[in-house]
Every structure is written in C-alpha cells, then in structure tokens.
C-alpha cells in the first residue's frame, strides 16, 4: 500500500535558518504530493503541492520538488522566522484509489527561536 | 465563501458510550472525508462520502459510520466507545471530480476523550 516517510522531528531552528523536512514515499501509482501545516490547536492547512514528477510547489517562500527518481518531496525554506513554528504534515493521494484519499506521515514539529 | 466547520470542538465520553461528530463541508464542495489523528501522529483515513454514499474507507471496524446529507453536510459515528478512541477527528472536503489535486479544505477538528 502506499505510505509516506518523514524526518522525525522535533526539529529547532533559529530564525532566519534554512530548513529541510525531509519526506519520500511508496505508492504504486502515480500520486499526488502535499505538505500540509497545523498551527497549534487548528486544523490542517494546504501549504503546498505538486501533481507530477519534476513538479516544484511553492507558498509562502516554502518550497518541495516531485522527484520521482528519489520518491521525495523534501520540504525547504531559505528563512526561517518565528511565525514558521508549526507541526508540518506530508501527504500522498491516488487519484486511481477513486477517492484520493490523503495517506500522511507522522509529521515534524518544527520551533524556530528569536 | 465559508470554510469547513465541525461541531462541538470538545468532547468527553466514558468507554462503552456513542457519539457523533458534525461537519457542514466548505460552499460548493460535494465530498467529506473523515480523518482520525492520535496524539503525536498524521491523520488516519476513517471514510468518504460523495452523493450521500460512502466511497471508500480506511482500517477502521463497523462501529466507526457515517452519513452525508443532500447539503452535504456529514455526521461521523462511533459506537461502543474504547479509550483509544480518544483523538482529534478532522473533517475535510473537497470537490470531486477536478478539484482532488488541489488538496482538501480541513476543519479544525473535534478532540474527543474517552475516559
């Protein structure tokens, strides 16, 4: 079955770090790729995604590449800042399962400090 | 246009007893998917319903059910509560048919505690 793999976290940065969450994937078909982003006490939200290989998403200066070779989706930001600590969430869909539902990793609780 | 909204935001049950969980879906979405998140872990696919009939489901047992209404709007069910039942339950919806790669619009979900 599919899966998704992530860097375990907590991970602590200071502000204005570079930051990488790594993320790669199993799935038998062609999936969708997404970084998701919970802020503490609140639901999930869409930060980026890419729908084929060789795809970049961007949002907010967060940025992961499709790379089908390496089945990664690695999560990266040239700055930091404070307002960026948040538990980050990576996720697949397969449109072939004919419901696209989200299989997610365990997530990365990323800090950043002032 | 409005977002999605669940209802309550909290809730306490003891083991044994029923509960159901609420969710109006985002204006001019048609599916509702429902999520299990455990403490310190992703969210676990529960189910999905499109035109009021269930579209696939995840590992979970029978007494996990649920309902999709003509407003699409969805209830989640859980009989026969256990204590590992205690988590956050996320809804999400989405438009079938065009919209699945742009991912689904979450609310921000009802934790529930079994004691």
């Known amino acids: 079955g599919n899966s998704v793999t992530q860097m375990e976290g907590p991970v602590t940065l200071s502000e204005e770090a570079f930051l990488t969450i790594n993320c790669t994937y199993t799935?038998?078909?062609?999936?969708?790729l997404f970084w998701y982003v919970q802020y503490p006490g609140e639901g999930l939200q869409l930060l980026l995604k890419?729908?084929?290989?060789?795809d970049k998403g961007s949002n907010k200066g967060f940025e992961a590449t499709y790379r089908k070779e390496t089945t990664s989706f690695h999560l990266e930001k040239g700055s930091v800042q404070v307002s960026d600590s948040a538990v980050y969430f990576c996720?697949?869909?397969?449109?072939?399962?004919?419901?696209?539902?989200?299989?997610f990793g365990t997530g990365t609780r990323l800090t950043i400090i002032p | 246009e409005t977002g999605v909204t669940q209802s309550p935001t909290h809730l306490i049950k003891t083991r044994g007893q029923q509960v159901t969980l609420r969710c109006s879906s985002q204006?001019?979405?048609?599916?509702v998917s429902w999520y299990q998140q455990a403490l310190g872990q992703g969210p676990q696919f529960i189910f999905q319903?499109?035109?009021?009939?269930?579209?696939g489901r995840g590992n979970f047992p029978p007494r996990f059910s649920g309902l999709q209404f003509p407003n699409y709007s969805s209830e989640l069910n859980v009989n026969a509560l256990e204590l590992d039942d205690s988590a956050l339950y996320l809804c999400?919806?989405?438009?079938?048919f065009g919209d699945g790669d742009r991912g689904y619009t979450f609310g921000s979900g009802t934790r529930l505690t079994v004691v």
């Open positions: 999400a919806s989405s438009l079938r």
């Open positions: 799935a038998t078909g062609y999936p969708s």
């Open positions: 890419a729908t084929k290989a060789d």
């Open positions: 996720a697949l869909s397969d449109r072939r399962a004919g419901n696209e539902k989200l299989t």
């Open positions: 204006s001019g979405h048609n599916t």
């Open positions: 319903y499109y035109r009021e009939e269930e579209n």
